[in-house]
Nanobody, 120 residues
Framework: QVRLVESGGGLVQPGGSLRLSCAAS????????MGWYRQAPGKQRELVAH???????TYANSVKGRFTISRDNAKNTVYLQMNSLKPEDAAVYYC??????????????WGQGTQVTVSS
């Protein structure tokens, strides 16, 4: 089993910042792609940012220049630094991790979600 634990969500005023963390634990042999998605009420889940094992990053157009994804391979953790937050960034944020377990079986896991609220 691979478990993801997210933290860092909360309430922030427009223009503020938050940093999300997602730590993976369990029988992990290797982690490949890590990413953050979000889902607002009544909307589909969408990709926010993605980072490969080599450190290549991809961002949704709506967050480019404001959000930064990073990873600490030693800690099996992915981060999302969110700056200049807007009301439209409010959503439940989910981390996603894909890799291989110690028995060499591939896995894909989701975090439990963390609420981000942007309001004055």
């Amino acid at each position: 089993q691979v478990r993801l634990v997210e933290s860092g969500g909360g309430l922030v005023q427009p223009g503020g910042s938050l940093r999300l963390s997602c730590a993976a634990s369990g029988s992990i042999f290797a982690i490949n792609a890590m990413g953050w998605y979000r889902q607002a009420p009544g909307k589909q889940r969408e990709l926010v940012a993605h980072i490969t094992s080599g450190g290549s990053t991809t961002y949704a157009n709506s967050v480019k220049g404001r959000f930064t994804i990073s990873r600490d391979n030693a800690k099996n953790t992915v981060y999302l630094q969110m700056n200049s937050l807007k009301p439209e960034d409010a959503a439940v944020y989910y981390c996603s991790v894909r890799g291989a377990k110690s028995d060499n079986v591939e896995f894909g896991s989701w975090g439990q979600g963390t609420q981000v609220t942007v309001s004055s």
